[in-house]
């Protein structure tokens, strides 16, 4: 009867999520509902999903609104009405058109016009596919209308868009929030009426009687029986990905079966072994059980256009597990080798197809992306995936704060959580209890675009839902990944990263700064797994710039475990995940891979299933394992724990009947309450963080592709890795390590600087763009009449051919671009002054004559390394001098880094520039912190700073600071429990 429901996507208008509009209409009589959020989608197949938990009839449709004016609503009698109506609603969203006062028609839909709305257009005729909606505040108008005479297309909208007053109340601040406007001055023409609210079914069905309308009652049970809609989820799903890549599906199989064996001598030249065509024939089967194979040929068709066009990318996720995907070129990773876990990847109980994250680098994934929707979404079959951005306390509190008018000092405190919640005054405790509503309801502010979902889809997408069109270009789901994967639609993740991007530029620089340099195979990974050069640099943990192995926390378990082999840098790649560390576990492998006696304290079970990890948890697969060979679950049964740990599906129906049988099923083997819940706290702990190995094995192929390159080609390395955003580190230290390797650094120069860092022999020149405030078209202006005409010779020179404002060439002249001159930066910026204006120059004009420009006879002028150093500090956000030679007093004689295992449990004083800064919290909420500063050598100091002392000293603006701590050590790193850490001061101009 409830033909007009708004869940909380109509975003910035509705408050109830989609479980709770379905308990509370069940609670109160209905026994049949329609979700028809505004101008939005995104509730519908959760909603269908769930209803028949609450034995109640799904209806599904949109409100269309123009602002706040509704203009009908949409119902779908239908599957093939609700793809009409997306369709309809899409069109309007792309082209930013608004509703017409007249609904399409639609043949399997049907539209509502309210009652007001179609008595003020004064609409005379409806089509079949029409109604007028009543609601309760309509009943005492509609006899006196001229619309009565259509009383046979009355029907019941009475709309429910909030659960109680509380509701309404945070409405009105959605609203707010979404007009930008005060509360106070919010127009009630922008907002519900508070009537918006449950109505008991018999009080519904009571106001209408009382009229003697029963007849609208009856029209409108009418239209609720026409209408019905089914999409199949969980285990009854099918899958709705595309389902034939070429002609036929038996084509597909033949060509992915040629393809795989066509491949055997490409990857295993003569050592095909009868494990390795065994491993094929298997996996070939189970992907035509499983109706996988296009899934395998649309992944091989995008990296076999990448590889047409030369783009690096990087395969990986559970389908890394797959000798067919490596045989495919898809993924990098030999699973016989690793011997990988096939069930992680593939089982008759899985219903989703293997993970496939292609990471490709961020400048190349946007034409990957458009590739595969000119060839795959012809027919509106491709779109980018959803994700839904809710309300969290910082954004709530700072939106709220605008809302209420409270001043900016006060939002931040309240954001920042630094008040006292008893002297918080009525306004700002009505932000912090309404943020904590928002937050605790989950509540959508507005739609996003996930990382790297790509749907291809055997139907068009309307099919399921309306898509927007964001500033990337590409139709986008109204809904995520979960409610995809409930209805059998899965993602292709295609992801941007930048360190391909540094390995394919690291090459470019090659070639330019060493001609003379034989071509490098960057595939040969085989050949670098076992380059003692490139092992010792993981051993010595010297990876800054590399990936996924540089941040402080790498470099300190590389050093523990003293990796200084593939398999093992594999295996710390999981381990650093935030989960195995979390549960005690990264701390166990190491003290098992350091002490072999003390692998004999796994339980039994656990080492025979995990012998290459010493009986611990470290992939993804060890979930599955230990759930199906320890807990004696289903493949498909340890599939839901794994993904339930993900925090997808945690606290649905199928992870509670899972988890419930793996304790009975434990039980029932005799295992002990302690062990069960032991192993049980281990899976949750971090299941939904830890890699597949196969994964790991993928991060660690391009971690020794950067390797090789910083073991061979530093200074080459290092210019891409600045060209390319950088990694864990700001600019500043990637400079510094290219020093710490021989290179010397040149801050930007008019001659020898294009947009971005070059390097010449061993000089790295700082790219144009690496200075603050200068424009991209100034850039562009300097380095074509550079190329155009030579060399500037000087500053005249440069003025006559590069128009450019004062603004522009005084940052140019203090970073001292102008050196080549030979003339002080002071008296640069008066001969600056002296040709140009404070307005902007008009272009030059290519003279046929060189005019004299007169020379002004100056005072000497001078500049002192300080000056310089400041000015870099100011354009760049660092200076390119030792930061050690910018204090304020010289440095008394200290302890080195390098000496520091001379000093293990005794107090130390070191000096050390920050460079890094991570804030975490102990397991009673208190905040502790772990530093890394460099010493005077250029060396690391790792420090960690336990609660009293994190509440006592902070430490996160950039400068020297004095280090007084005892050092300490574990598994032979040495770290410095700081005691007390002082800023020292600077020096000043």
């Known amino acids: ?556 378990l590389l050093r523990k475990l003293e990796v200084d082999n593939y398999l093992g840098l594999v295996a710390a790649s999981s381990i650093i995940r935030p989960g195995v560390a979390k549960s005690g576990m990264m701390r166990e492998y190491i003290l098992r891979h350091q002490n072999p006696e003390k692998i004999q304290e796994a339980h039994p079970e656990l080492l025979k299933l995990m012998p290459e990890t010493y009986g611990i948890m470290v992939y993804q697969e060890d979930v599955i394992k230990v759930a199906h060979y320890f807990a004696k679950l289903t493949l498909g049964e340890a599939d839901v724990i794994r993904r339930g740990m993900s925090g997808k599906f945690r606290g649905r129906d199928e992870f509670e009947r899972v988890k419930k049988k793996y304790f009975k099923n434990c039980s029932d083997m005799g295992y002990a309450p302690q062990t069960t819940q032991e192993i049980w706290n281990q899976i949750a702990s971090f299941a939904g963080y830890a890699f597949a190995k196969g994964h790991s094995a993928s991060y660690a192929v391009e971690s020794y592709q950067t390797l090789f390159l910083k073991a061979y080609y530093p200074l080459e390395y290092m210019v891409a890795v600045l060209n390319n955003g950088g990694g864990f580190y700001a600019p500043e230290l990637y400079l510094h390590e290219a020093r710490m390797m021989g290179a010397t650094i040149m801050a930007p120069c008019v001659n020898n600087s294009n947009a971005q860092a070059v390097i010449k022999g061993k000089d790295i020149y700082l790219g144009l763009q690496f200075l603050n405030e200068i424009e991209e078209k100034t850039i562009l202006k300097i380095v074509s009449a550079r190329e155009q005409d030579g060399v500037y010779t000087s500053l005249n020179n440069f003025i006559d051919r590069v128009a450019i404002s004062i603004e522009q060439l005084t940052i140019l002249i203090r970073i001292d671009a102008f050196r080549f001159t030979g003339i002080n930066k002071k008296t640069l910026l008066w001969k600056a002054h002296f040709r140009l204006s404070k307005t902007p120059a008009k272009v030059p004009q290519k003279q046929l004559f060189h005019t004299e420009v007169k020379d002004y006879q100056l005072p000497t002028f001078h500049s002192s390394p300080i000056d310089d150093a400041y000015d870099q500090i100011e354009l760049l956000g660092f200076a390119l001098c030792s930061p050690f030679d910018l204090l304020k007093n010289a440095l008394p004689k200290s302890v080195m880094s390098k000496d520091l295992h001379a000093y293990v449990n005794r107090e130390v004083v070191q000096y050390g520039y920050l460079v890094a800064v991570k804030n975490t919290r102990t397991a009673r909420g208190e905040t502790m912190q772990f530093g890394t500063f460099l010493d005077q050598e250029g060396h690391f100091i790792d420090t960690v700073h336990f609660p009293q002392v994190a509440a006592k000293f902070n430490f996160s603006v950039k400068g020297v600071y004095k280090i007084r701590g005892v050092v300490t050590e574990e598994f032979g790193f040495l770290t410095i429990e700081v005691i007390e850490i002082t800023r020292m001061d600077s020096a000043t101009r």
């Open 1 to 556: 009867m409830l033909l007009n429901c708004h869940s909380y996507f109509s975003l910035r208008f509705g408050t109830i999520p989609e479980q709770e509009l379905l308990q509370i209409s069940r609670e109160n009589g209905y026994g049949c509902i329609a979700l028809t959020d505004i101008n939005n989608t995104s509730g519908c197949l959760n909603f269908i999903r769930m209803a028949p938990k609450y034995d109640i009839k799904p209806i599904v449709g949109i409100d269309f609104r123009n602002g706040m004016q509704q203009q009908y609503v949409g119902l779908a009698k239908n599957n093939a009405g609700f793809q009409e109506l997306n369709a309809f609603l899409s069109k309007h969203s792309l082209l930013k058109e608004a509703f017409p006062d007249e609904a399409p028609e639609l043949e399997n839909a049907v539209f509502i016009y309210p009652f007001q709305k179609l008595f003020a257009t004064k609409k005379e005729t409806l089509l079949p596919n029409e109604f007028i909606g009543i609601a309760q505040k309509d009943l005492n108008r509609i006899r006196f209308s001229p619309l009565y005479k259509h009383k046979e297309k009355f029907v019941v909208m009475q709309p429910l868009s909030f659960r109680n007053k509380r509701d309404f109340n945070m409405h009105r601040l959605l609203r707010s929030i979404d007009e930008n406007t005060l509360l106070s001055k919010l127009s009630p023409a922008e907002t519900g009426e508070e009537s918006e609210q449950i109505m008991p079914l018999k009080v519904l069905e009571y106001h209408f009687k009382e009229k003697d309308l029963d007849f609208i009652i009856h029209n409108t049970e009418k239209l609720m029986e026409e209408c019905s809609i089914h999409f199949n989820f969980g285990d009854d799903r099918e899958h709705q990905n595309l389902r034939v890549y070429g002609e036929s599906a038996k084509d597909d199989y033949q060509k992915l079966t040629s393809l795989s064996y066509q491949a055997l001598g490409y990857r295993y030249g003569a050592h095909v072994t009868d494990e390795i065509f065994d491993r094929i024939a298997m996996e070939l089967d189970l992907i035509q059980k499983q109706n996988f194979v296009p899934f395998f040929l649309v992944n091989h068709d995008i990296v076999s256009y990448a590889r047409r066009k030369g783009y690096y990318y990087v395969g990986r996720g559970s389908g890394a597990n797959s000798i067919v995907a490596y045989l495919l070129n898809i993924t990098n990773v030999d699973p016989i080798e690793l011997d990988l876990y096939f069930e992680r990847f593939i089982n008759l109980h899985r219903k989703n197809p293997p993970d496939f994250d292609i990471d490709f680098s961020w400048r190349d994934r946007e034409d990957v992306t458009q590739y595969i929707f000119d060839t795959f979404g012809k027919n509106g079959q491709t779109s980018l995936l959803a994700t839904y951005s809710t309300f969290q306390h910082s954004a709530a509190v700072r939106e709220l704060g605008k809302v209420f008018g409270l001043p900016a000092y006060e939002i931040d405190a309240l954001s920042n959580g630094k008040f006292d919640p008893k002297k918080l005054d009525q306004i700002s405790g009505l932000v912090i209890k309404y943020a904590g509503y928002l937050q605790d309801n989950n509540q959508p502010n507005h739609l996003s675009i996930h990382a790297g979902g790509i749907l291809i889809s055997e139907r068009p997408i309307h099919y399921f839902t309306a898509t927007d069109v964001p500033p990337k270009g590409f139709p986008t789901t109204q809904f995520d990944m979960v409610i995809a994967e409930d209805v059998g639609l899965n993602k292709y993740d295609i992801l941007a990263q930048r360190g391909l991007a540094k390995i394919k530029e690291t090459l470019e620089v090659i070639r330019y700064n060493r001609p003379g340099e034989q071509p490098i195979d960057i595939d040969d990974v085989k050949k670098f797994k076992t380059d003692p050069k490139i092992n010792e640099l993981i051993k010595q943990a010297q990876c800054i710039g590399c990936f996924y192995v540089e941040s402080p926390a790498m470099r300190m």
